[in-house]
């Protein structure tokens, strides 16, 4: 698992629409951090399955706090191993207002990059991860696929980046 202190995973990937999005440092030169559609700092939040419950739950808490985020220059990122197409849906039908990265295929890379990937269940355990602006991971979170976080958690995080 990626600690805190340490670089955040570098790695491309497309969103519930299908945009190319960018997180991490690429190699040792600058951050390629979350661009597009964020730039600054990034939570990545990763997720098991949409449509369910307690994903539901965990994202509209997040959908409803994004000025929090945004006030921090804080981007938000949902990351799972869900298809484009049931992200796009699932976004819309949510009005999330911020991109979900399909880790789809190749299957859970993502989510194995960054030491959250549950290869009994096929799918992403509930990891956080707050990467600062250079790309270094200042806080982390990692939960079993039924254990819900919290927004409390997560505005407590936000004082780890500047």
Not at 10 to 28: E, H, I, K, T, Y
Not at 126 to 146: K, N, Y
Request: contains cysteine; negative net charge.
């Amino acid at each position: 698992m990626v600690a805190v202190g340490e670089a955040a995973p570098a790695f491309d990937g497309r969103d519930q629409n299908g945009a190319p999005l960018s997180v991490g440092v690429a190699g040792s030169a600058a951050s390629s951090l979350a661009r597009p559609p964020v730039s600054g700092a990034v939570l990545l939040v990763f997720f098991p399955w949409a449509f369910t419950s307690t994903c539901s739950g965990e994202m509209r808490a997040l959908r409803d706090s994004l000025a929090v985020f945004s006030e921090r220059s804080v981007g938000v990122i949902g990351v799972s191993c869900d298809a484009m197409f049931s992200q796009r849906v699932w976004a819309d039908t949510e009005a999330l207002g911020f991109p979900l990265v399909s880790d789809h295929w190749p299957h859970g890379h993502i989510a194995r990059l960054y030491g959250v990937f549950d290869e009994t269940a096929g799918v992403a355990l509930r990891g956080s991860f707050l990467v600062d602006a250079e790309g270094i991971v200042r806080w982390s979170l990692v939960r079993g696929i039924g254990e819900e976080r919290t927004m409390a958690e997560y505005v407590a995080a936000l004082g780890l980046v500047s």
